[in-house]
């Protein structure tokens, strides 16, 4: 599937399905023989939002290496949860070794199936790392710069929850400014995650000028379903770094995941775009812009910032942060976009 | 022990893993009533015909339509399509145009020659219905479907009632009132025309018949105290518009002044205009005050049909009439000023409101008359056990579309009357308000808007004047709809739970929750574009 806009059919393609589209045209997730990759039965939060990007990724690079795939997973949420000794949810090959050496054991792998297909062993069987914000952005950081760096042939995918979910909510170099996690509580002058700290991977990423590295969230379905897809046809070192909110770290409720997710898209907050070799190729516009109260307010890590005297001048430099982001990779709302 | 260095236990399988025992609510599917169909006088599945015509089953949505209202390319003219200004819709952009998809059903229907489907067992009970409009055909269509013998009487020389002998031509072409009124004579109903009813219960024991419903609309036009010369032409609007079915054409002369602002006040002066006069309307209130709907205010406007709001007729002469000006008072009634003013006047037509003649039912014990409207029960019963009464003659809104509801309900309670027991309609699912939709998902799009005939035609021809959408802008318009309250089937809720418990059954056949592993999130409940999932607390 492409991501192209359907003329009008009801609900275009903003829904998962849509009975008025040709069977082709819909989702990975609209079908009724997906591989569930990551299947019932795992102890993830209610309402995850890891939980639910991973199968919405893995089912699509599944379908798009028609079911030749193996995952490399960092430690964390999405590994404590899905395989506590003997079970597992994953209908996939799956391994795990460290917190932060996901990069590096599927570069290990993508090396071993390289030479046993030059060896004339094996087909064309393809490598995901995945790994929390933590895993990638702070301890797995090394091994993953190592491998854009090497162009090795694997999609790497960060699950982008804004801290340690997995420890008790602790910062990580992906935690919002401001936010309140158990490392940075709302206390003293600047309470929270103190501003003009942290980084933005995919921006690192696309320095390595890799053929390609996206964003998604899972609020876009069929967005997040054309990157993996996109990425898994693409040879080399690749990242999708995709959001998905935490219902248990952000103090919100668990039917909003979705919601946040859109939000974090909508107000400019989280921009989602696409980069092949260092080039901003697109990006998601906005379709229902919103000011940045409206995706805080509903997380308690933010409580903070609301209530009796609000912080208005936080809530400002957030919202500066966004339009930032609104400026930098062309995020606008244009008129006619569905 | 063949099994890898520290390893002492089978890979196992998550799903050995209940999680739905950590739930305390869980979702449960369920079909809402959309704002529509909740609207509808005739109680139409708005919704439910949406969805056939969406994926272009046109003549399944035909059917489905008329389930509950025979008339659908009438209700595309006429109806005032109340079920607009509920639509969920509105909220988001504009209300589905659901009036002109049901005209583009009701002309397919007419184009395709669709039939109805004939009854499946005759009763053996035998059913008079005294009127052949909106009211009576709707009931004659209905007891005909469910086996009885129908004999529709009407006085007039033609079926329609004040469909026909009211509403003009402009408005609803007679090609297509005749074409459903023949339908539900097609299904094997006795109508006999030029056939006046004088005495409902001789006619009654006469005919051998089990019960009655009367449907005689309200015809005799309300006269007001106009102190006026001999020389003075006084109408009623209603018999101006009957006589334009007729052969003799009224005779107005140029000015013509209509007195009053209704619908049929606008309707007589449009119709008056369309045969070359000057019509003018004088009424004793404001516009916003008018009990006509603005848009066929708007439309007479158009057409060149002058007004004199705030004015009442004071004395009217042989070529001229005096008016005096109202003041509205804090209260909102007009009272006099004491100023006045001469118009140039060839005739005045009084569009006052009409009465019912209920002279058929003279004699009838039980019945109970108040404000000249028979009275009914819910069950629309008179107080004369068998026979039953709808539409302009009973208390209620008069428009075709309450007169088809009328007959519908009057049909479903006459029948179980007729076997002895009560009709108990189906209890009613709760209204999907918008608060309980997600109008993310819906994508953007603007209302279909009808062509309209152009100005000069509608000041000079009696050509219908509202144009009707073709297949491709009636499909758009149909795809509108949110399908409020019941599935359609979007995939949402398969594709959102973060637990794979929502088991996808094939197409037409929705979905179900695997509550072993359902946590109880609440996320398919939240990102249902629709509204057809609820939370409910688990027993715990
Ligand atoms: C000018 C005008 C325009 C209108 N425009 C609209 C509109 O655009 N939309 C809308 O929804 N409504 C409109 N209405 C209202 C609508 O026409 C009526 O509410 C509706 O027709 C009532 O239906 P009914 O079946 O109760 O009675 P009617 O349609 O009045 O039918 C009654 C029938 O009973 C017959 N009858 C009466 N007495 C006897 C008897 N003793 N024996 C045998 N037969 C008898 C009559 O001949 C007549 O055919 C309009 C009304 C008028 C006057
Ligand atoms: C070297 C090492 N340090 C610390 C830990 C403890 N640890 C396990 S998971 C985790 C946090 C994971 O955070 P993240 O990668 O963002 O994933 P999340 O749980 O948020 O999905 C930590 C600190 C560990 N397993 N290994
Ligand atoms: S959107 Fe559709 S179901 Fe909802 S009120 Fe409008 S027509 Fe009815
Ligand atoms: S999304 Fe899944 S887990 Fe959550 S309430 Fe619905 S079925 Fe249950
Ligand atoms: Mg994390």
New interface residues.
């Given amino acids: 599937m492409s991501l192209q806009t359907v003329k009008f059919y009801q609900t275009g393609t903003f829904t998962v399905g849509n009975r008025l589209l040709a069977p082709e045209e819909r989702s990975v997730q609209a079908n009724m023989q997906r591989t569930n990759s990551l299947n019932s039965g795992h102890r993830a939060c209610q309402g995850c939002g890891e939980a639910l990007g991973a199968r919405y990724a893995i089912d699509a690079a599944m379908i798009a290496s028609k079911g030749q795939l193996i995952a490399a997973n960092a430690t964390g949420c999405l590994e404590v949860f899905s395989t506590p000794y003997p079970e597992t949810s994953w209908q996939i090959p799956w391994i795990h070794s460290l917190f932060g050496n996901a990069a590096a054991v599927a570069t290990g792998i993508a090396a071993a199936i390289k030479v046993k297909r030059q060896k004339g062993q094996g087909g064309d069987v393809r490598v995901v790392a995945q790994g929390g914000d933590g895993g990638t952005t702070d301890i797995g950081f090394g091994c993953l710069s190592g491998m854009f760096e090497r162009n090795d042939d694997v999609l790497y995918i960060c699950y982008d929850n804004g801290g340690y979910m997995n420890t008790g909510v602790q910062r990580s170099s992906a935690t919002p400014s401001a936010a309140r996690t158990a490392t940075t509580m709302p206390l003293g002058p600047e309470p929270g995650n103190p501003f003009g700290q942290g980084k933005f991977v995919p921006a690192i990423a696309m320095a390595h000028e890799i053929p390609y590295v996206a964003t998604a969230t899972v609020a876009d379905l069929r967005d997040l379903e054309y990157k993996v897809t996109k990425a898994m046809g693409i040879r080399g070192a690749r990242y999708i770094q995709i959001l998905v909110p935490c219902p248990l770290g952000w103090g919100a409720a668990s039917q909003d995941t979705i919601l946040l997710a859109r939000l974090a898209k909508e107000t400019g907050i989280f921009p989602v775009f696409e980069a092949e070799f260092g080039e901003v190729k697109s990006a998601l516009p906005i379709r229902r812009p919103q000011p940045v109260e409206e995706y805080l307010k509903l997380q308690k890590r933010f409580a903070h910032l609301f209530g009796k005297n609000p912080a208005v001048a936080t809530i400002a430099r957030i919202q500066a942060q966004a339009d930032k982001n609104i400026r930098r990779y062309g995020l606008q709302a244009r008129k006619g976009d569905h | 022990m063949d099994k890898p260095f520290a390893i002492t236990?089978?890979?196992?399988?998550?799903?050995?893993?209940?999680?739905g025992s950590?739930r305390t609510s869980r979702p449960v599917y369920l079909d809402r009533l959309p704002p529509c169909n909740s609207q509808c006088p005739a109680g139409e599945d708005i919704q439910g015909w949406l969805f056939h015509a969406?994926?272009g089953g046109y003549e399944a949505a035909w059917r489905h339509l008329t389930r509950d209202n025979p008339f659908p390319a009438i209700m595309g003219r006429v109806c005032y399509h109340s079920c607009e200004a509920a639509c969920n819709r509105g909220k988001i952009d504009e209300a589905v145009g659901i009036n002109s998809v049901e005209r583009f059903l009701g002309d397919e229907a007419v184009k395709q020659g669709w039939k109805l489907a004939p009854p499946e067992r005759e009763s053996g009970k035998k059913v008079l219905i005294v009127g052949a409009g909106p009211s009576g055909m709707s009931a004659a269509y209905h007891l005909r479907k469910l086996g009885h013998a129908v004999t529709v009487m009407d006085a007039g020389p033609y079926m329609g009632g004040m469909m026909r002998f009211g509403i003009p031509k402009y408005r609803l072409p007679r090609e297509v009132l005749d074409a459903e009124m023949q339908r539900i004579v097609d299904l094997g109903v006795t109508v006999k025309l030029n056939s006046k009813v004088d005495n409902i219960l001789d006619e009654m024991k006469q005919g051998g018949f089990d019960a009655a419903f009367l449907a005689v609309g309200a015809h005799i036009g309300k006269r007001a105290m106009i102190p006026s010369g001999d020389a003075a032409r006084i109408v009623d609007a209603i018999s101006v518009l009957r006589s334009m079915e007729g052969e003799d054409k009224p005779l107005l002369g140029r000015r013509v002044v209509v007195y009053g602002g209704g619908n049929t006040a606008i309707d007589v002066a449009r119709t008056v205009k369309r045969m070359g006069a000057e019509p003018i309307i004088v009424y004793r209130r404001t516009r916003d005050k008018a009990p006509a709907h603005d848009f066929e205010i708007e439309e007479a406007l158009q057409e060149g049909v002058m007004v004199k709001w705030l004015s009442t007729i004071k004395q009217a002469g042989d070529k001229e009439i005096t008016i005096e000006k109202m003041a509205l008072d804090d209260k909102g009634f007009p009272q006099p000023t004491g100023e006045f003013e001469t118009l140039e006047a060839d005739s005045v037509v009084l569009a006052l409101g009409q009465d019912v003649d209920l002279g058929l039912l003279n004699g009838v014990p039980g019945l109970e008359v108040t404000d000249g409207v028979v009275k009914v029960a819910p069950n629309m019963m008179t107080g004369h056990a068998g026979i039953f009464a709808g539409g302009d003659m009973v208390p209620a809104e008069r428009n075709v579309t309450v007169a088809v509801g009328h007959g519908k309900k009057a049909a479903k309670n006459i029948d179980a009357w007729l076997s002895g027991q009560t009709y108990a309609p189906p209890p009613k699912h709760e209204v999907a308000q918008f608060e309980k939709l997600n109008p993310?998902?819906?994508?953007?799009?603007p209302k279909t808007v009808r062509p309209m005939l152009d100005i000069i035609r509608r000041q000079s021809t009696f050509e219908e004047v509202q144009g009707g959408l073709d297949e491709t802008t009636a499909l758009?318009e149909a795809?509108?709809?949110l399908?409020c309250g019941n599935c359609?089937?979007?995939?949402?809720c398969?594709?959102?739970?973060?637990?794979?418990?929502v088991i996808?059954l094939?197409?037409g056949k929705r979905f179900q929750f695997?509550y072993?592993?359902c946590?109880?999130?609440?996320?398919c409940?939240?990102?249902c574009?629709c509204g057809a999932i609820k939370m409910e607390a688990e027993e715990i």
């Avoid at chain 2, 359609?488 to 949402?492: A, G, I, L, S, T």
């Avoid at chain 2, 946590?519 to 996320?523: A, D, I």
């Fill in positions: 236990l089978n890979p196992g399988s998550s799903l050995a893993n209940h999680t950590w969406e994926s993310w998902y819906y994508a953007d799009a758009f795809r509108r709809c399908s359609f089937e979007c995939d949402n398969y594709g959102v739970c973060p637990d794979n418990a996808k094939g197409p695997n072993d592993y946590k109880g999130c609440g996320m409940v939240a990102e574009p």
